[in-house]
T-cell receptor, first 114, second 113 residues
Framework: ETGVTQSPTHLIKTRGQQVTLRCSSQSGHNTVSWYQQALGQGPQFIFQYYREEENGRGNFPPRFSGLQFPNYSSELNVNALELDDSALYLC?????????????FGPGTRLTVL | DQQVKQNSPSLSVQEGRISILNCDYTNSMFDYFLWYKKYPAEGPTFLISISSIKDKNEDGRFTVFLNKSAKHLSLHIVPSQPGDSAVYFCAAVSSGNTGKLIFGQGTTLQVKP
C-alpha cells in the first residue's frame, strides 16, 4: 500500500471526447508526476506538478493538461481523445527537490478510447 | 529515442537460484538509478536505488550493480522466491529534473517453485 489512490479504475471513452483522471495521496507529498504506460512499455513521463504549478513536462501535446490542488491532490485532463491515448495512466507522489526521492505510485487508471 | 533499455522482455528462474535483470542506458547525465517492481493491477513499487557515484548497493536479497563506463546496471535477486514474480522496471533520473523518471520497457520475471 503506497497511500496513493486513483479514480476511476477503468474508463471507456470515444475518440474526440475529454477525460479527467484523479489522484490523491495520504502522505501529503508536495509533488505529483503523471505517467502514461502503453501496453508492453514502461511508463512515460507526462508532467510534474510542484506546489500547484507545472514543473516539468515530457513529450506530450498541450491537450494533456493537469492541476494540483492545495491539498496536493491532482487531476490529469486529456482533450480531443485519440485512439493512441488508450493506456494505463499512473500518478506518483513524492517530496520534490531532492534527487532519488522515492516516488509512490498509485494503481493507475486504465483508459480505453474507442 | 530510448534512453533506458531493458533488452530481455522475460526471464524465468528456479526458486532459490539467482535472478539477474539487466538494464542499459545512453544518457551519461543520469545521476540516479532505481528499480521498481510491478504486480498486475498495482502501481510500480520502489525496490532499490543507486547513485551514479557508487557501483553497488545492497538491500537484503536485492543488490544493484552499476557500471558507468559500460552504461549498464543490473539487479541481482538472491535467492529468488515465487513472490518475486513480477514485472521489473529500471528507471533513471538526472539532477536537472528530479521528478522525471525515464523507464525501461520492463522485464517479466517468473520464479518457478
Amino acid at each position: 500500500e503506497t497511500g496513493v489512490t486513483q479514480s476511476p479504475t477503468h474508463l471507456i471513452k470515444t475518440r474526440g471526447q475529454q477525460v479527467t483522471l484523479r489522484c490523491s495521496s495520504q502522505s501529503g507529498h508536495n509533488t505529483v508526476s503523471w505517467y502514461q504506460q502503453a501496453l508492453g512499455q514502461g511508463p512515460q513521463f507526462i508532467f510534474q506538478y510542484y506546489r500547484e504549478e507545472e514543473n516539468g513536462r515530457g513529450n506530450f501535446p498541450p491537450r494533456f493538461s493537469g492541476l494540483q490542488f492545495p491539498n496536493y491532490s491532482s487531476e490529469l485532463n486529456v482533450n480531443a481523445l485519440e485512439l493512441d491515448d488508450s493506456a494505463l495512466y499512473l500518478c506518483a507522489t513524492y517530496w520534490g527537490g531532492s534527487i532519488g526521492n522515492e516516488q509512490f505510485f498509485g494503481p493507475g487508471t486504465r483508459l480505453t478510447v474507442l | 529515442d530510448q534512453q533506458v533499455k531493458q533488452n530481455s522482455p522475460s526471464l524465468s528462474v528456479q526458486e532459490g537460484r539467482i535472478s539477474i535483470l539487466n538494464c542499459d542506458y545512453t544518457n551519461s547525465m543520469f545521476d540516479y538509478f532505481l528499480w521498481y517492481k510491478k504486480y498486475p493491477a498495482e502501481g510500480p513499487t520502489f525496490l532499490i536505488s543507486i547513485s551514479s557515484i557508487k557501483d553497488k548497493n545492497e538491500d537484503g536479497r536485492f543488490t544493484v550493480f552499476l557500471n558507468k563506463s559500460a552504461k549498464h546496471l543490473s539487479l541481482h535477486i538472491v535467492p529468488s522466491q515465487p513472490g518475486d514474480s513480477a514485472v521489473y522496471f529500471c528507471a533513471a533520473v538526472s539532477s536537472g529534473n528530479t521528478g522525471k523518471l525515464i523507464f525501461g520497457q520492463g522485464t517479466t520475471l517468473q520464479v518457478k517453485p
